[in-house]
C-alpha cells in the first residue's frame, strides 16, 4: 500500500497527536515564466542506498537538482555524498533530518516510522540535520522537508523559527519509490509549469528510479528549463 492509497483515517488511527492532524504542506515555483515549461527537481535522500541511475543522469544531462539529505543517508553513502559534492554546480544539498523522525506530536507511527512525540525532539531531528549538512558540505541549509512530508501543524512555525524555510511539493512522482517505471515516468513527463517534483534517490534496486531517469529526460526533451528552490521564488508551503 502506498502512501497516497492510505486514508486520513487509518493515518490518524497510527498515532494520537495532541498537534492537530498531520498535513501536507504543497508548493509551486511563483510566476514561472510564461511560455516556458520550468520544473524544480527534488529528491530525498532518506535512509536507504545511493540510486547512481539518478544521479548520473542528471549530471551526463546537466540536470540541477534540489537534494534533501538525511544524516543517516550521509554517513551510510559516503560514495554517495562525494558524488554530489563533486557536482555542487548541479546538486543543492538540503536538510531532511538528522534520523528521518517524522515531525508529528503525540505517539505511535506514521507510514512506519515512529513519530517525534514532543518539541524537543522536533528541534533536535531539524537541527541535527542541518548540523550534519553544515559539517558535509561546509554551507547551512536553508530548506528542511520532513520524514514522510508530514507536520503536526502546530510544529511548523517552530520549524520556521529555526530559520528554515519548510519544502513542499507539488508533483509526487515515485509515492516512496514504490510505483512501477512506467507509472513514474508518466507522472514526471505530465509535469507542468511551476511543478515542484517530490522523488527518491534513496531505493537503487526499485523500479521507480529507472522511470525517474525517463521522465526527467521526456521534461527534457519538451524543452524544459530545471531549477533548484533557492533560484526561484516558491509560493509558501502549507
Known amino acids: 500500500m502506498t502512501r497516497r492509497n ?122 541535527g540535520g542541518a548540523d550534519a549538512i553544515q559539517a558535509a558540505t561546509g554551507t547551512a541549509p536553508r530548506w528542511y522537508r520532513a520524514a514522510a512530508a508530514r507536520y503536526s501543524p502546530a510544529v511548523l512555525p517552530v520549524i520556521r523559527d529555526m530559520g528554515f524555510a519548510i519544502a513542499g511539493f507539488s508533483l509526487a512522482a515515485d509515492l516512496g519509490a514504490s510505483l512501477p517505471a512506467h507509472a513514474v515516468e508518466a507522472r514526471i513527463a505530465a509535469a507542468s509549469n511551476g511543478d515542484v517534483v517530490l522523488a527518491h534517490i534513496n531505493q537503487p534496486h526499485r523500479p521507480s528510479g529507472a522511470g525517474v531517469v525517463a521522465g526527467v529526460l521526456a521534461l527534457q526533451r519538451r524543452g524544459a528549463r530545471f531549477v533548484q528552490l533557492d533560484q526561484t521564488a516558491v509560493t509558501p508551503a502549507g
Not at 510564461?34 to 548520473?56: E, H, K, N, Q
Not at 555542487?88 to 505517539?107: K, M, T, V, W, Y
Open 6 to 127: 492510505l486514508s486520513q483515517t487509518a493515518l490518524a488511527a497510527a498515532f494520537v497527536s495532541p498537534g492537530g492532524a498531520p498535513v501536507e504542506p504543497h508548493m509551486r515555483l511563483a510566476s514561472p515564466e510564461p511560455g516556458r515549461l520550468t520544473v524544480a527537481l527534488t529528491f530525498d535522500g532518506c535512509p536507504g542506498g545511493f540510486d547512481d541511475r539518478i544521479a548520473s543522469a542528471l549530471a551526463a544531462a546537466c540536470i540541477p537538482a534540489t537534494l534533501f539529505l538525511t544524516d543517516v543517508w550521509m554517513r551510510r553513502n559516503p560514495a554517495g555524498l562525494a558524488f554530489f559534492l563533486a557536482h555542487r554546480d548541479l546538486f543543492a544539498i538540503q536538510n531532511h533530518g538528522a534520523r528521518h523522525i517524522p515531525p508529528i506530536l503525540g505517539s505511535g507511527t506514521l507510514y512506519g516510522l515512529p513519530v517525534a512525540g514532543d518539541l524537543a525532539t522536533v528541534r533536535q531531528e531539524v537541527q
